[in-house]
């Protein structure tokens, strides 16, 4: 069975502060890991993935398959980056189904 | 482009009573996936189309069901609705099967169950 777990609900920082978001999965094979946000009253759009190995908004992801987990980093965090934040995974033949952390509200005070 | 569309936007129901929720997928999009979110559960996953083939399930009861259309537009249906069902659902699409073909979401379809 596979499993996403994001340990933190709710996540406060102040404007200019590193921040990270936890994120830990279980699979039993090579899976594919992702981030998605969801801006106020926006909607749930992809931040980045694990294969792109790339920065989005400043933001980055480290997939370390030794813990399990999946970090999701940012050395300075903007008042803009507050929102609900979702880990996800798929593999192997389930590619159309991605499996959800339950998520992280992270808000950036002034 | 246009984003994936769901209609209808908001739906209230009775216990029950079936109700059937629409996906308009992104042009050229031929894979649609559904998810079921709610405050206690987060985000499930129902099913996943992909040339009009359901190729993935999610652990739900048969009440629900989909199908997918030649124009790639999907439905998805719950018969005898349960005050449980009271959720957002979302509908994604993407291009192709695979993880290197991002989900784009739709903006739900509010289903309330009275």
């Known amino acids: 069975a596979q499993r996403v777990t994001q340990p933190e609900k709710l996540l406060s920082v102040f404007k200019g502060a590193p921040v990270e978001l936890k994120c830990n999965y279980s699979y039993s094979g090579s899976p594919e890991l992702f981030w998605y946000v969801q801006y106020s009253r926006q909607r749930l759009q992809l931040l980045l993935r694990?294969?792109s190995r790339e920065s989005i908004k400043g933001f980055t992801a480290d997939l370390n398959k030794g813990e399990t987990s999946f970090h999701l980093k940012k050395p300075f965090a903007q008042e803009e980056d507050s929102a609900m934040y979702y880990c996800?995974?798929?593999?192997?033949?389930?590619?159309?189904?991605?499996?959800f952390g339950q998520g992280t509200i992270l808000t950036v005070h002034p | 482009k246009a984003g994936v569309t769901q209609t209808p936007r908001y739906l209230i129901k009775t216990r029950g009573q079936q109700v059937t929720l629409s996906c308009s997928p992104i042009?050229?999009?031929?894979?649609v996936s559904w998810y079921q979110q709610t405050p206690g559960q987060g985000l499930q996953f129902l099913f996943e189309y992909f040339s009009e083939t359901q190729r993935n399930k999610g652990n739900f009861p048969g009440r629900f069901s989909g199908r997918q259309f030649s124009n790639s537009r999907s439905e998805m249906n719950v018969s005898t609705l349960e005050l449980g069902d009271s959720a957002l659902y979302l509908c994604?699409?993407?291009?192709?099967?695979?993880?290197?073909?991002?989900?784009?979401f739709g903006p739900g379809t509010r289903l309330t169950v009275t």
């Open positions: 996800a995974l798929t593999g192997g033949t389930s590619y159309g189904k991605l499996t």
């Open positions: 994604a699409s993407s291009l192709a099967r695979g993880p290197a073909y991002e989900q784009y």
């Open positions: 042009s050229g999009h031929r894979s």
């Open positions: 694990h294969i």
